[in-house]
């Protein structure tokens, strides 16, 4: 599969904090790729790079052909990358419908003017705007909510309303900070479906996760991150049965040699694996 993203040799630090060093990275188009590791491993700063919150000190982020480098967040967005986060940033006084209308607002081709006086332009712009608003709820399984409030939402429902409003910008990269966070495990099973769709319809996924059941079930591929370094890259299988990645996960020691990730996921109960 041809690399849609590609990380080369990036670095980042805050003065003599090392956060990231040389990390390489290559996202397959139409991938669900998994970047894993323990906490502090560095996970969400690469996120903050891709999407231009953060400066890397050296190296290069190209998505599609195009340096991010000096591009702002806005400018990434437009490009066709969009992300959820950790904590779940939502309008919650607003309706469902139109938290993810509000995602949709790059595609708008009305100036002011028009949407200061509702010109034919302006309603023709929000009328697709609110039907594609309605067709990603329907894909989320919320579409029977569209006029609730966001804050009326389940945990689980807030997490897929704010996928829908990812989606929203018409993304062809989605990045996923700890999707399942949060969720029990009916609702992390449905997301897992879920995602599967959505790289069905089309879309490349890169995704940070501590469920390591949920990472195993649904990625391909699987980059493991510590102490801001690459140590492992492949299928779930391999890095399931990789030492280093073994090591970095349960920091056994000699006495539990016998001991793998496979392990961990059998006895993984949803909360996290690190």
Known sequence: ???????????????????????????????????????????????????????????????????LLRKKPHQITRLGIARTFQNIRLFKEM????????????????????LLLGLPGFRAHEARARARALELLTWMKLDHKVHDLADNLSYGEQRRLELARALATEPRLLLLDEPVAGMNTSERAELMTEIAAIRDRGYTILMIEHDMRFVMGLCEQIAVLNFGKIIACGSPQEIRNNEQVIEAYLGRDDEEKDETLADLVADDDGEGAS
């Open 95 to 114: 309706t469902l419908l139109e938290n993810v209308v509000i995602g949709a607002y790059r595609h708008m081709g009305y100036g002011f003017p028009g």
């Open 1 to 67: 599969m041809t690399a849609m993203l590609d990380l080369t040799g990036i670095s980042k630090h805050f003065g003599g904090l090392h956060v990231l060093r040389e990390v390489d990275l290559h996202v397959p188009q139409g991938a669900i790729f998994g970047l894993i590791g323990p906490n502090g491993a560095g996970k969400t700063t690469v996120f903050n790079l891709i999407t231009g919150l953060l400066a890397p000190s050296s190296g290069r982020v190209v998505f599609e052909g195009q340096d």
